[in-house]
């Protein structure tokens, strides 16, 4: 998930809560005094977003299919000029600190995977 996606997703979120407050943008309340207001924890939709996306990727390691094929495959040839682009693997590698192959060794023991996606989902919100 790359900085911009991740500033629209909050955005949006705090647009909602706004908007369930009926709190108009010309009042100048801060986010924090909304979050506050409605018992909120930080940056909830994020979190929310960020567990599903491991649970897939649990999902797919567990089992063979061809969306494991394309997950793990790679693509032989030369890459375009400039920066590469987000690989959805880091995203996985940067919310449970470690590598894709230690995460894909705890997916396949569903439990002790549910706690880690758990505890690293609760510590972005």
């Not at 299919?65 to 400039?82: F, T």
């Amino acid at each position: 998930m790359t900085k911009a996606v991740s500033k629209l997703i909050d955005s949006f979120e705090m647009r909602c809560y706004r908007r369930i407050l009926k709190v108009s943008w010309t009042e100048h309340r801060t986010n924090e005094s909304i979050r506050n207001e409605l018992e909120v924890k930080e940056n909830w939709i994020r979190s929310c977003v960020l567990r599903q996306k491991l649970k897939y990727f649990g999902h797919l390691k567990r089992h063979d299919g061809m969306e494991r094929i394309i997950l793990e495959g790679r693509v032989n040839g030369k890459r375009k000029r400039g920066r590469p682009r987000r690989q959805w693997e880091k995203d996985i590698e940067d919310v449970l600190k470690m590598s894709i192959i230690e995460a894909g060794r705890l997916a396949n023991n569903r439990d002790e995977f549910r706690t880690a996606v758990r505890g690293a989902t609760s510590s972005q919100g």
